[in-house]
C-alpha cells in the first residue's frame, strides 16, 4: 500500500511506501515534479498484465508485485498486493520511471488528487 | 536487445478516440473501464497510457473530438436554417448524435458536477447550440436550446415502437 500525496509549494507528488512495503520495494518514498505527471488512472485490470524483467524488488506471483520491473522497453515501478485498488500513473521520459503502478487505499480520491493537480489548461 | 524502442505507433490514433468515445457514450465513464477501452480498441494498456496518459486525459480526448467533428458541423447546418420550426426540428433530431450519439449529455449528467475541464467542454457545446439557434429563433435561443436539450434526454428513454402490433 501507498500514500500519495501533493505537494503544491514545491510541486511535487510523493509516493510513500507504507510499512513492509518499504522492504518489498526497497523504496520508502518517490518524489515526482507534477510537470512529470501525465495522470492517473484507477486499473484493476493492470494486474493481469505481463510484468517483464524484474530489476528490483519483489515478485511473488499472484501474491506481491513491488519494485523495479522493465518491460517493452519501458521501465515500470510497481506496488501492488490488491489488484482491485491499483492506480496507474502515467510519467513523461524525463524521469527514471514510465509507470508507476501502486495500490493505495481510496483509488477513487488519489486518481481526482493527481488529476486535478495537473489539471490541462 | 532495443527491437522494441522507437518502434512506430501500430495504431491510428483517431480510429481510438473515436472507438473510445462511443464506449463513453454507451457506457458512461465509470461504467468504462481500462480493459474495456483496451479490447475494444485493440491497442495495448501501455501504449494506450503512452498516447493519452489516463483514462479522464483520454474521455476529454474524446469528447473534444465529439464537440470538433459532430456538435460543430451539426451547428454549423442548424444555423444555415431560417424557418424557426425546421431548425428546432433538426436540432432536436440531429444534436449530439453520431457514432458517439450522447456522449455531451452524458457528460453533463455524470462528470461535469466533478471535473471543471469537463464542464467547459460541456458548456462549448451548449454554447454552440445556442449560437445555432439564434439565426432563427433570436432571444429566445437559449430557452430553444433548453428544450433542445430536454427533447434528446427524452428521447434517450423513449421506448422504440414494437415492429409486431396486432
Redesign the interface.
Known sequence: MALISVDRDRDLMTVEFQGLDKLWTLKSRLEIPLAHVRGATHDPGMAREPKGVRVGGTHVPGVITAGRFRRDGERLFWDVKNPDKAVVIELADAGTYDRLVVEVDDPRATVALVEQSIARG | M?M??GRPRAFDTDRAIGTAAALFATHGYEGT???DL?TATGIH??SL??V??????LH?TALRNHLDHEIRPTAAAIADLTDPEQALTTAIASYDNGPAAGLLLLAAAERAP?D??VAALVAEGIAALEDALRPSHGDAAPRLASTVLGARLRLRAARPIPSQEY
Open positions: 532495443v522494441d524502442m473501464s481500462v480493459d483496451v494498456r501501455g497510457y503512452k493519452f496518459g489516463s483514462k479522464r486525459s476529454l466533478h471543471p475541464e
